[in-house]
């Protein structure tokens, strides 16, 4: 089978920044810091402040906005009758924000979607490329390129700009009490308590409701000692923070935006972001993207959706096969359900059905580790791809010394479990310095398109970089078995 590698590579780069919130860990020094600047001459301060906005703001010309945005993360241990003028404020801010350079070591496990706002025909694909960056820490978030593909499968990518944003949060986010509940269960947080506080809420309410309720001083029940109804608590607020709305600013580019941890579930990251474009019953799209969430102790399978790529809504997932990575959504319901790929015993490949997109209970094998380049695990990367043929699925598989490579099987398109062809040799193997990298030995992809019957599979470099690749879906149908 033929390959074709594409000229076009993305690799990580430390001169990428995100301009963050930074709160020292111990609270004295927070008040230390501000009894300093507080201190100071105001003559003194206002040159401070307007030296520092000015240093930045050529990189970042919203830098004042963020400053400001900082600020309000320490106002509350400032006296409240202590007025303060603009340029205190914004060196507040200052004082506590730095730079994150999220890209500085890796840009892998790429997906690749048709781009919302861009026509795209037989003669030009626009796309949208979604990455998981990777910086200091290890933490991991989602970034995005724009881009185009054209009849003679040459891809250009838009250079990316220096600065990242982070979204905002939709204070007015509204949740539904029928599956706050259901999650809730999952985290075996349903007792005398809980209930007592649920009972309190609407069928719909927003997090400020939820926290006044939370905050409330007298909630004592007989038999449940205040440590664990403490316990409790935490656990129900931690739920509703990581079930949120995010949006962007318009005028901000495609690679201005990140996804990055802002919620309990992600303190250590957003891994492995698998997009589709999600046809709907109407005929119309929107899409929707799995990843896992990682606090440094426990994954968390999790669900975003977007119509615009601006607007974003996050979601946890509840149910038996909601767990492990890997999980990935197919691009439409097949006979009036939701359907899924999962690896939730690390090992085989699993289909899910569900009525909805947020709830996934025990799903069937429908694909064993089976040859030797795949004995360790066998497992899907990307969604599965709608061809004439049935489903197409770009799997990876673990072979000795952890070896990941490339496959793909096909599976049947109205009756999804039975698989009906499958590579028995690889796709794709990390050789020469594709085998190198901040993982060595592993090729990865969350996601493939294909454009004029070509299959365009954008891939991971052993955890590092990028790279694309090209082959025919006739070729790959015809070697399998």
Not at 254 to 266: L, Y
Not at 333 to 354: A, Q, T, V, W
Not at 421 to 442: D, H, I, M, T
Request: charged letters at 25%; hydrophobic letters at 35%; glycine letters at 4%.
């Amino acid at each position: 089978m033929k390959v074709y590698k594409l000229k076009t590579k993305l690799n990580p780069s430390s001169k990428r920044w995100l301009l963050r919130p930074f709160i020292p860990g111990n609270p004295q020094q927070v008040e230390h810091i501000l009894l300093r600047i507080l201190s100071s001459d105001k003559k003194h301060t206002h040159g401070l402040s307007q030296r520092v906005v000015h240093r930045y703001r050529s990189f970042q010309s919203n830098v004042e906005e963020i400053f400001m945005k900082h600020y309000e993360n320490v106002r509350d241990k400032i006296a409240s009758n202590m007025l303060l003028d603009n340029n205190t404020k914004l060196i507040i801010g200052a004082y506590f924000s730095q730079f994150y350079a999220l890209e500085s070591t890796a840009l892998c496990n790429p997906s690749i979607v048709p781009h919302p706002d861009l026509r795209s025909d037989s003669k030009k694909l626009n796309f949208i490329l979604s990455l998981r960056a990777v910086g200091e820490g290890h933490v991991s978030s989602v970034v995005f390129r724009e881009g185009y593909i054209d009849e003679n499968f040459d891809m250009v990518i838009e250079p990316p700009m220096p600065f990242i944003m982070e979204p905002k949060k939709n204070r007015k986010h509204k949740y539904e009490k029928e599956l706050f509940i259901r999650n809730l269960a999952e985290s075996g947080a349903i007792n005398e308590i809980s209930q007592l506080i649920l009972q309190r809420l609407p069928d719909e309410f927003t997090f400020e409701e939820l926290d006044r309720i939370l905050d409330f001083e007298n909630i004592a029940i007989p038999n449940y000692e205040p440590l664990v109804i403490q316990e409790t608590l935490v656990i129900i607020r931690n739920l509703a923070l990581s079930n949120y709305d995010t949006y962007f600013e318009k005028k901000q580019s495609m690679s201005e935006r990140v996804i990055f941890p802002m919620s309990p579930s992600q303190t250590n990251g957003i891994e492995d972001a698998r997009f589709i474009r999600f046809e709907n019953d109407d005929g119309s799209f929107h899409y929707i993207a799995t990843f896992t969430a990682f606090n440094g102790r426990n994954i968390f399978p999790e669900l975003l959706e977007t119509k615009d790529f601006l607007h974003f809504k996050i979601s946890t997932l509840s149910g038996s096969s909601a767990k492990n990575k890997g999980m990935a959504m197919f691009p439409k319901k097949i006979n009036g359900k939701y359907m899924m790929l999962g690896r939730h015993d690390n090992e085989s490949i699993y289909l899910m059905e569900s009525d909805n997109c947020y709830t996934w209970q025990q799903g069937i094998t429908i694909a064993k580790p089976t040859y030797s380049w795949e004995f360790i695990q066998i497992g899907n990367c990307s969604s599965p791809i709608e061809i004439e043929e049935g489903w197409l699925v770009i799997t990876h598989g673990v072979g000795a010394v952890r070896r990941y490579c490339l496959g793909a099987l096909l599976l049947e398109k109205e009756n999804p479990q039975n698989v009906i062809g499958r590579l028995k040799k690889p796709l794709l193997e990390p050789r020469g310095e594709e085998a190198f990298g901040y993982v060595p030995n592993v090729l990865y992809s969350c996601g493939a398109i294909v454009f004029n019957r070509n299959l365009i599979l954008p891939y991971a470099v052993s955890d590092s970089k990028t790279r694309f690749a090209r082959i025919s879906v006739d070729d790959i149908l015809s070697e399998m078995v």
